[in-house]
Structures are given as structure tokens and as C-alpha cells.
């Protein structure tokens, strides 16, 4: 996958407490989606909310019909891409396991926002 191009911009300094190789694996999948649906050029950023972190970018969007239907096992729109369907599905049963509240809205760049809350977190120390 080309990235040349993208970027990702991280604001704030979180420590999540979780498996560092599954949280490592849902921010993956979460940057490929963004890759592969938002062009090798999208904007990624990470930041903290009240309770948990987002992760945004400035690709083309989930319209909010399909907002559920993404973190089914199987379901892409991306199958011409490589696209599986399991990376999404991943990621929503990772939230699941950690009793994080996953919400899939519009980032302020018109593209998609996955919102994690009642994570445990705290700042990071220098």
C-alpha cells in the first residue's frame, strides 16, 4: 500500500492501558482503512477526548447508512482494493473487549472519526 504521501499528526500524550500488540493492531487497521479509502495522500490525526482518544482523517467519509454495517466481519467496499472486511470487525471487538465505547461519526475534514471513550488512560509523564 502507497503512503507515501499521507500523513498523521498526533496531539496529546496518552498512555493507554491495554495489550500494547492489540492496540498497536487496531491503529494499523485503523491507518490502512484511512489509507485505502481516503487515497495515499489522507491526513491521519490521533488525539484525546474526555475519556479515550480518536482517530480521524480527512478521506472521503462512511456515509452514516453504512456506519453499523462496517464492523461486520466480511463487509467492505474496498474488495477491489484488497479490502477484507475484517479490519473494522477487528477493531470494534477489540473495543468490546475492553469495554471501550466505539462511536463512528464525521471528522471535522468531512472524513471518518472513530471515537474510543471510557478508556483507561492517563498523560504521559516526560
Request: net charge negative.
Amino acid at each position: 500500500m502507497e503512503t507515501r504521501e499521507a500523513t498523521l499528526a498526533v496531539d496529546g500524550d496518552l498512555v493507554i492501558e491495554a495489550d500494547e500488540v492489540y492496540v498497536r493492531h487496531l491503529f494499523r487497521n485503523l491507518f490502512e482503512n484511512a489509507i485505502r479509502h481516503g487515497g495515499s495522500d489522507v491526513a491521519i490525526e490521533v488525539g484525546a477526548v474526555a475519556d479515550g482518544f480518536y482517530v480521524a482523517d480527512d478521506g472521503s467519509g462512511i456515509p452514516p447508512e453504512d456506519r453499523e454495517l462496517v464492523f461486520e466481519p466480511g463487509f467492505t467496499t474496498a474488495a477491489d482494493k484488497d479490502g477484507t472486511g475484517l479490519g473494522l470487525a477487528f477493531v470494534d471487538r477489540l473495543a468490546g473487549i475492553y469495554d471501550w465505547d466505539l462511536q463512528l461519526t464525521e471528522s471535522d475534514a468531512g472524513g471518518a472519526q472513530f471515537e474510543f471513550r471510557d478508556v483507561t488512560a492517563s498523560e504521559s509523564s516526560p
